[in-house]
């Protein structure tokens, strides 16, 4: 059964850092790609960045480039979301997902993702 499992989530003021793992369980996911999205109370749950499975391609949402960075460690089948300069507005529940099929480069549309996390709270005070 495969799982995935969210952490580094918490409180942090403006201007702070955080840094977002995902572990993936049951299955290697190293050709696949995957993503990070988050969805704030009333909204949808968007796309933040996406990485394909060699490591080598990778997508940002306008409102986040130049402070996100996503990488992964394929030996380790993990996903990471390394999140600086955070905004009141970065606020959300943010999820990991594992996309359905191998993929040369990174999957955006949400519908392409097949597996997905519980999510993890990131709280950014202003």
């Known amino acids: 059964q495969v799982q995935l499992v969210e952490s580094g989530g918490g409180l942090v003021q403006a201007g702070g850092s955080l840094r977002l793992s995902c572990t993936a369980s049951?299955?290697?996911?190293?050709?696949?790609?995957m993503g990070w999205f988050r969805q704030a109370p009333g909204k949808e749950r968007d796309l933040v960045a996406a990485?394909?499975?060699?490591?080598?391609?990778?997508y940002y949402v306008d409102s986040v480039k130049g402070r996100f960075t996503i990488s992964r460690d394929n030996a380790k089948n993990t996903v990471y979301l390394q999140m600086n300069s955070l905004k009141p507005e970065d606020t959300a529940v943010y999820y990991c997902?594992?996309?359905?099929?191998?993929?040369?480069?990174?999957?955006?549309?949400?519908?392409?993702?097949?597996?997905w996390g519980q999510g993890t709270q990131v709280f950014v005070s202003s």
């Open positions: 997902a594992v996309a359905r099929s191998i993929t040369i480069g990174t999957v955006t549309a949400p519908a392409g993702y097949g597996y």
């Open positions: 049951g299955r290697t996911f190293s050709s696949y790609s």
């Open positions: 990485i394909n499975g060699s490591g080598g391609d990778t």
